[in-house]
């Protein structure tokens, strides 16, 4: 679970959150062998269920008190982004009378129906989770958010000197009337609606007043003791507006359509086309509006007219608005209350002796090195292979995809350093990777002006896959490569926060297939045929379903059969079948999902075989990894998609086999653990219900599946110590 510093300019909980939630909600034509819609649970229902299991962590009072906090926080954020891409797109297909049926069998009309009603009650849960138990339990270890009505004479003239100092030079209060149109109301800011009358005339106006974003959500007054920005601001609206007297004013909110749309067929340059869609991003229609309970009827009634917002769209809410500000509260230095720190440690592979580093390149001749991030680290690992490529006089190139990475990426910056030593340097970056597009826009300038060559993927795909490769001169003259898959992003920052496995290797067909899957993404090569990858869109679908139908086989043949997945979401049509079938052959088959499952596990007839899981945490579980028994000569596979249509039919995605038997052992217990009885985690039954279990039949705690993992991390790293 993310325990960054900061709230919004760190990615989410969900990091891959908007790229799911993005994926079309019916399937490509002809993919299922069934007709029954009730085999699939709604995936809305099933993103918002994923939702609630967040809730339920900042819920429960096992969880140290700020990250049930935090989790209060992602689970605001992770709604903002449903609402900006799932929710927008559905009345997107509304509005334009689009009237295919979700899997489930669902029009968008009724999907939004089922979003509005759970939503709302989430939303409610929410609200009440802060006011009933969160506050009180804050107030229990003498941090409180005061009411600025409360707050005692010090406190408020601390409070009043900010309003004055920082506050009032910033705000600019928009009146509204036949010279002044309704102000264009920006996605997610906080806004006071104030209803004024003339002294003089007596007549009313409205008036909009936006809460400066860049601010601080809670302003600290006392040691531990806060006021919410907004309250200080409407305790001085009388200010904004001399010679007026203010009959009431209110907060709101919009949220806004922020998809992109950028048609690649159609535009000479990307980088360009792009920029000029991010600055059309900000004028989305708007898809909810979120006010106080008290609102007045007259104000609602002109936001609804001028927002064009229909009833089932507005949310009252008894509480604060935008509960994600609770990140400032989340990230007070009280270690007291937060999960137990902990230091990725350095992987036994690549420990160096006393102060001299590993040679990585002489480590991973010697064998396979399989990384699980954060309990390994990330700048030991990943980052030490791309730095000592940069500086290793012997390596002649580097080849490197991008999708998300930090704002001050040591990677970019080796890649900078590498191309100007003279060395051939391709970076495929994802310049729409979803609301990163910015940052990636900067870096692929930057990277491009050092002399690298940039890319942009193939036309029409996104580049989602998670490779790099060195080509280095052996001291015999021969040409080697080395190289790293792996089912996480090459950012230092959530390397830390994520879970997520890589590989670095030098087995020489992985490498040359890795090579052969650069050039393809560089150039215009149809090379399709891989040796041991699994490529999306050619292949990577027909692949997985092949090895769940071979296990079907043998499972029907009396020979060893099983199937493990470890993924964040399954919601493709074609892979949900394909495991039904199996199971229908009675091969036993174990889930672990993050996020959304349409599949119904445990259902007679259909799915007996399947349970489904989920594990959340301190971590965002986000490493993809898929097991087949394979009549008893197993095969385990990583990378970097999901069951989903847009990894397998839209981007550019990569499973890489693992053919190492050592590193297969290990993913073995891995996944072992992670399905164990005794392990906590939530299961889905047939109904599409979640269910959590903390305990076991006695009454007594089932092990906590990241905490196991950091325990084990910390006695290597004793070892290590002691040797």
Same mark, same amino acid.
């Given at each position: ?40 649970? /709604? ?130 209060? !928009? ?157 007070? /230095? ?194 399709? /045929? ?9 292949? !990577? ?183």
């Amino acid at each position: 679970m993310t325990t960054a510093s900061s709230a919004r300019d760190l990615p989410r909980y969900a990091e891959d959150l908007a790229e799911e939630l993005e994926d079309l909600s019916h399937p490509p034509e002809g993919n299922s062998r069934r007709s029954d819609p009730g085999r699939f649970i /709604d995936r809305e229902s099933s993103w918002l269920d994923f939702n609630a299991r967040v809730l339920e962590l900042a819920a429960d009072p096992a969880t140290p008190l700020l990250d049930r906090t935090r989790f209060a926080a992602i689970f605001a954020d992770n709604l903002d982004e449903f609402f900006m891409v799932r929710v927008a797109g559905l009345q997107r297909r509304i509005a334009t009378g689009l009237g295919v049926a979700s899997p489930a069998g669902l029009s968008a009309r009724e999907q939004m129906d089922l979003i509005a009603t759970r939503a709302h009650e989430l939303v409610m849960q929410h609200t009440e989770l802060y006011r009933q138990q969160l506050l009180p339990a804050l107030r229990e270890v003498g941090i409180e958010v005061v009411p600025y009505a409360d707050l005692d004479d010090p406190e408020r003239k601390t409070a009043d000197a900010l309003f004055e100092d920082h506050v009032f030079p910033v705000l600019t209060p !928009l009146a509204v009337d036949p010279a002044h149109p309704f102000p264009y109301i920006s996605g997610l800011s906080l806004n006071l609606a104030v209803v004024l009358r003339d002294r003089e005339n007596g007549r009313e106006h409205f008036a909009r007043v936006k809460v400066p974003p860049l601010l601080p959500r809670f302003v600290t007054v006392a040691d531990k003791r806060f006021v919410r920005i907004e309250q200080v601001i409407e305790a001085h609206v009388p200010e904004l507006f001399p010679g007026m007297d203010v009959l009431e004013s209110s907060l709101f909110r919009v949220t806004r359509n922020e998809d992109l749309t950028v048609d690649e067929d159609d535009v000479d340059n990307l980088l360009q086309a792009l920029e000029r869609e991010l600055v059309r991003r900000r004028f989305g229609p708007a898809v909810r509006l979120e006010v106080e309970a008290d609102v007045g009827d007259r104000v609602l009634a002109l936001l609804v007219r001028e927002l064009d917002i229909s009833e089932s769209q507005i949310y009252r809410i008894d509480g604060p608005l935008d509960l994600a500000g609770l990140w400032a509260i989340a990230d007070l /230095d009280l270690p007291a209350l937060k999960y137990e720190s902990y230091a990725p440690v350095t992987h036994p592979q690549l420990r160096g002796n006393g102060d001299n580093k590993v040679d990585v390149f002489d480590t991973m001749r010697r064998a396979d090195v399989l990384l699980h991030h954060p309990y390994d680290s990330f700048a030991t690992s990943v980052q030490a292979f791309v730095e000592q490529a940069a500086t290793d006089p012997a390596v002649l190139a580097i080849k490197q995809t991008l999708y998300r990475t930090s704002g001050d990426s040591p990677l970019v910056d080796a890649l900078i350093d590498a191309a100007e030593a003279g060395k051939q340097v391709l970076v495929v970056v994802e310049i729409t990777a979803r609301f990163d597009e910015q940052a990636n826009i900067k870096w692929a300038r930057a990277l491009e002006h050092a002399g690298c060559h940039v890319v942009y993927g193939v036309v029409g795909l996104k580049t989602h896959c998670k490779l790099a490769l060195v080509v280095r001169q052996e001291p015999d003259g021969s040409l080697r490569r080395y190289a790293h898959i792996g089912t996480g992003n090459y950012n230092p920052k959530t390397a830390r926060l994520y879970e997520d496995i890589g590989l670095l290797t030098v087995d020489s067909a992985v490498t040359a297939d890795i090579a052969d899957l650069f050039n393809h993404l560089s150039g215009y090569t149809k090379h399709r /045929d891989y040796r041991t990858l699994l490529v999306a869109p050619e292949s !990577l679908r027909s692949g997985l379903t092949s090895k769940i139908n071979a296990e079907a086989a043998n499972a029907r043949a009396g020979k060893p059969s099983g199937i493990t997945m470890k993924l964040n979401s399954v919601v493709d049509e074609q892979i949900v079948d394909a495991l039904y079938d199996a199971s229908d052959a009675g091969v036993p088959i174990d889930l672990v999902v993050r996020g959304m499952c349409t599949l119904r596990p445990g259902v007679p007839g259909l799915s007996e075989t399947i349970r489904v899981r989920s594990i959340l945490g301190r971590f965002l579980e986000h490493s993809r990894i898929f097991r087949f028994c394979n009549g008893g000569d197993e095969q385990i596979w990583i990378g970097s998609a999901d069951a989903m249509h847009r990894n397998l039919d839209r981007r550019v995605e990569a499973l890489v086999e693992i053919r190492d038997p050592d590193v297969r052992s290990s993913l073995q217990r891995l996944l072992a653990l992670a399905t164990d009885a005794g392990t906590a985690a939530w299961s889905l039954d047939g109904d599409g219900n979640w269910h959590r279990a903390t305990t076991n039949d006695a009454g007594e705690p089932l092990r906590d599946y990241q905490e196991t993992l950091l325990r084990a991390a910390a006695a290597r790293a004793a070892e290590a110590r002691a040797e």
